[in-house]
């Protein structure tokens, strides 16, 4: 009994070693646990200016699609915008340190060294961002104002972005308009000649200013009606001897200036005057070049006969292009 007793313990002992061993060496049974760090860098996406847009239009290598038109002696606003894709999501963050707009003028290389004008740009946080992991926005800048001399034709906008490490520009082109357009006076339309005397040259009367309001270079052809008054109906006929205009006041003395020039009343002879060169597109605000404004003045002789009344007559002014445009 013993023997058997003996027997049967050292079968259950070996039993169950078996199936310790089992479970500890079974295939696919883990038999230790360790945690390491992993490490990887993502470094720094450049940002792309993918489109340029002036006043909501999308600028492309066609000046033509995008037509921006001066406004007569006055100025027409200009924004710039720019949608910029960064794939590290934190357009968001860039101000007027990260984007500058150009705009300059013909079709050479347009930059901080070319620019006529020179515009910071800032998210626009009310455009937001989109696209995957917010990799898109807009940078936009702050109106612009050009002025109507500004030269007309082809021009360029480029867009400069940085994220303070990488940089890119985007270049495409638009058109400023071609504008004809000159004022005399420069308020009203009323040329006042004021109070004359009978029988007499009433010399450098109703002095005022014309001035090139575009930016084409202009020559004027002038005519002008007979007067009349508005009481009795008398007329004071316009003959080509007795009604001229002159950029001085003098009516004797016509050195140094334009040539003065005697008006007929019939339509089709009109009569050239302006400077030689033509009235020259203003370089600046104040028109102070030459030949962008000239003095206006009219020497007019008045027959005796005339009752006390107030006289009127029609000053027509037309244009042409300056040869050599």
């Not at 989109?130 to 906008?157: H, P, Q, R």
């Not at 002095?207 to 007067?227: C, E, K, R, S």
């Not at 206006?296 to 040869?323: C, F, K, M, Q, R």
């Amino acid at each position: 009994m013993k023997q058997n007793y003996n027997f049967i313990m050292i079968t259950v002992f070996l039993l169950i070693m078996l199936s310790v061993i089992y479970l500890f060496f079974k295939p696919g049974t883990i038999t230790g646990f360790i945690t390491r760090t992993g490490q990887l860098q993502i470094g720094n996406a450049a940002p792309i200016v993918d489109y340029i847009y002036l006043n909501d239009m999308n600028c492309t290598d066609n000046p033509n699609d995008v037509i921006i038109n001066p406004v007569a002696n006055s100025t027409i606003s200009i924004i710039v915008k720019s949608q910029i894709e960064d794939l590290n999501g934190n357009c968001n963050e860039f101000t007027n340190n990260n984007g500058t707009a150009y705009l300059c003028s013909g079709t050479g290389s347009c930059n901080e060294n070319t620019a006529n004008h020179t515009i910071t740009m800032n998210y626009d946080s009310g455009d937001g961002q989109w696209g995957d992991g917010n990799k898109y926005c807009n940078m936009t800048g702050s109106a612009e104002s050009l002025w109507f001399f500004e030269i007309n034709g082809s021009w360029k906008v480029n867009v400069t972005i940085t994220d303070g490490i990488d940089y890119d520009n985007l270049e495409k082109t638009w058109k400023y308009n071609e504008l004809r357009s000159f004022t005399y006076p420069p308020s009203g339309s009323t040329i006042n000649m004021g109070n004359l005397n009978l029988e007499q040259w009433n010399n450098g009367t109703a002095g005022d200013l014309m001035l090139n309001a575009g930016n084409i270079v202009l020559d004027l052809l002038w005519n002008a009606t007979n007067f009349t008054g508005q009481t009795y109906d008398q007329e004071i006929d316009i003959n080509g001897t007795n009604y001229v205009i002159d950029d001085d006041n003098s009516g004797t003395d016509d050195t140094g200036n334009i040539p003065e020039v005697y008006i007929n009343e019939t339509p089709e002879n009109r009569v050239y005057f302006d400077p030689e060169s033509g009235l020259l597109r203003c370089t600046d605000q104040g028109c102070g070049n030459e030949n962008a404004t000239f003095n206006v003045y009219w020497h007019i002789y008045i027959p005796s006969g005339l009752s006390p009344d107030t006289y009127i007559n029609s000053i027509e002014i037309a244009s042409e292009d300056h040869p050599g445009q």
